[in-house]
């Protein structure tokens, strides 16, 4: 069972490019989130989807933008990259079927943004 | 509002020693709260939650946390530590409000000396 899968892993882009990072889930879920890592500040919430066709803002959604078309992907996309996006994105998923279902994460995408 | 405040940024211990993660929480609800761990390039696994059940919680890889309403308090404790155990520990409380309803703590790096 893949869980959370992230693509790419690395990246780096140049100021004012734009890209998409894919995340796909295969457990059915129907909640999943956009997180970003700084260091030392814990992780804050981009965007997230209870289900498809169906996005809401989290806590710091400026410069980027989400779909959900299906149940499985969850793609974020940036456009005019800015130093300021230099960070870990992490995409997650739960079932809310479950009380207080945990997060299932994938393994990161790590941007640099120059 | 709700917010979570790990009281160490760093904790080093001797394996084979007991090792303390220190959590404090505020909340206007009865809060449900988690610990996840993330090891180097990987995303974050859930450790254990509290959802208003025992108010001592058990964990994958030994480790327990205790509930104390009256301290506003969730630390992690694990009684012996191995080398595996290196690794950055998030403390998360939850409203229960709905998918955006999470707050982390900044984390805690614990380092494992030889």
């Known amino acids: 069972n893949a869980g959370v899968t992230q693509t790419p892993k690395f990246r780096i882009l140049k100021i004012g490019q734009s890209m998409t990072l894919q995340c796909t889930q295969d457990?059915?879920?129907?909640?999943m989130y956009w997180y970003r890592q700084d260091p030392g500040m814990g992780l804050k919430l981009i965007y997230y989807?209870?289900?498809?066709?169906?996005?809401d803002k989290g806590e710091v959604p400026n410069g980027y933008n989400v779909s959900r078309s299906t149940t499985e992907d969850f793609p974020l996309r940036l456009e005019l990259a800015a130093p300021s996006q230099t960070s870990v994105y992490f995409c997650?998923?739960?079932?809310?079927?479950?009380?207080?279902?945990?997060?299932?994460f994938g393994n990161g995408t790590r941007l640099t943004v120059t | 509002a709700q917010s979570v405040t790990q009281l160490d940024s760093h904790v080093s211990v001797s394996e084979g020693t007991p090792v303390l993660l220190r959590c404090n929480y505020s909340?206007?609800?009865?809060?449900?709260l988690f610990w996840y761990v993330q090891h180097p390039n990987k995303g974050l696994q859930l450790l254990l939650k509290y959802t208003s059940a025992a108010t001592l919680v058990k964990g994958i890889n030994g480790f327990e946390a205790e509930f104390k309403k009256s301290e506003t308090s969730f630390h992690l404790t694990k009684p012996s530590a191995h080398m595996s155990d290196a690794a950055e520990y998030f403390c998360?409380?939850?409203?229960?409000?709905?998918?955006?309803?999470?707050?982390f703590g900044k984390g805690t790096h614990l380092i494992i000396q030889p």
């Open positions: 457990m059915n879920h129907n909640y």
């Open positions: 909340s206007s609800y009865s809060p449900s």
């Open positions: 998360v409380v939850s409203d229960g409000g709905g998918a955006d309803g999470l707050t």
């Open positions: 997650a998923s739960s079932n809310p079927g479950q009380f207080y279902s945990p997060l299932h």
């Open positions: 989807s209870v289900g498809a066709g169906i996005t």
